[in-house]
């Protein structure tokens, strides 16, 4: 891979672009449709000091997700944070659809500094796209616009509050369109779900941890083709889970397996699993079921 070319401004990136210079120097809104990304800019990586929150209309009728489809055509959205790598392909050649940059300094002294960070999106991977209905598109595009209407007028004292709190509104509508998104993609989740079973229970049948250690959320996130953000952000849409506590009962159940059904002690059975040590087991034991290991072994035999 080429060293990613890093865009230190969202002047810069105009520039590189052909657009003209931005209104704001850390806030632009562009319309790119039509818009002919230069051939050199292909099959770069980009890393930006900035976010981008960018919808892209999809001219096919289907969106690959894992095995399986979103069926949502209407067009979908993109984020990402600040240097996240960002690459571009051919596909790119004709990009149609609404960008927006800014820049954290623009928001350095107020609340959304600190939980725009909560908003998941921001580390999902472009294949895992906020896909819109037309209805859910109308929804953004308005607040789009009530954001280029506010960058167009006369700066004044007001301005960046008034950007500020559109800004907001826009993650807070992506944060439901995500949950919905999660809902109606259920037969797509508890396939998923199925997948993870299978995962998991291959792992402890050919007993991995004893060299590659516990199953971790990226472990399962890679063998899905999806980012681990995104992954248990779907579980707990679904199942009230994350991946991680998905993972914690798989382990568990596990672990009353060994204890019921062989004669393994405690800390082989701590190492069978892939924990480095057998006091981790115990407490994650104790933490989930109140009981230790032993305590549960004795009185299951007594029972």
């Known amino acids: 891979m080429n060293n990613p070319i890093k865009v230190d401004s969202i002047s810069r990136l105009h520039e590189m672009l052909g657009f003209g210079k931005p209104v704001h120097p850390l806030i632009s809104l562009t319309d790119n449709t039509n818009m002919i ?28 997700y894992g095995q399986g ?59 895992e796209a906020l896909f819109l209905s037309d209805k859910e598109k109308q929804t953004i595009f308005s607040v789009f616009e009530n954001i ?76 899905l083709s999806l980012s681990p953000r995104y992954l248990s952000d779907m579980l707990r849409s679904l199942t009230g889970q994350n991946a991680q506590q998905l993972i914690h009962e798989k382990l568990i159940e596990k672990a009353k397996d060994y204890l019921t ?13 892939g924990f480095e040590h057998p006091q981790s087991l115990n407490k994650l034991f104790k933490n989930k079921t109140n009981q230790t290991p032993v305590q549960f072994k004795q009185g299951f035999y007594h029972n």
């Open 69 to 127: 489809y979103y069926d949502f055509d209407e067009g979908g959205m993109v984020f990402t944070a600040t240097n996240q790598l960002i690459s571009t392909s051919a596909d790119d050649m004709e990009y149609e659809g609404l960008t927006l940059l800014i820049h954290p300094d623009f928001f350095r002294n107020y609340s959304l500094a600190t939980h725009i960070k909560s908003f998941g999106f921001f580390s999902y991977s472009a294949n």
């Open 261 to 273: 059904a062989t004669q393994l002690s405690v800390a082989e059975i701590a190492y069978q699993l």
């Open 148 to 223: 280029k209407e506010e960058l167009n007028n006369t700066i004044d004292d007001f301005s960046q509050d008034v950007i500020i709190s559109h800004v907001e509104v826009l993650l807070n509508y992506s944060n439901r369109f995500y949950n919905r998104q999660f809902i109606t993609r259920k037969a797509v989740n508890n396939d998923l779900l199925s997948k993870i079973e299978e995962l998991l229970n291959v792992y402890f049948d050919k007993e991995n941890g004893l060299n590659q250690g516990l199953p971790t959320v990226e472990f399962l996130a890679t063998e």
């Open 37 to 64: 990304v230069e051939s050199d800019l292909l099959n770069q990586h980009f890393l930006f000091n900035f976010y981008k929150i960018s919808y892209k209309k999809t001219r096919k009728g289907k969106i690959g």
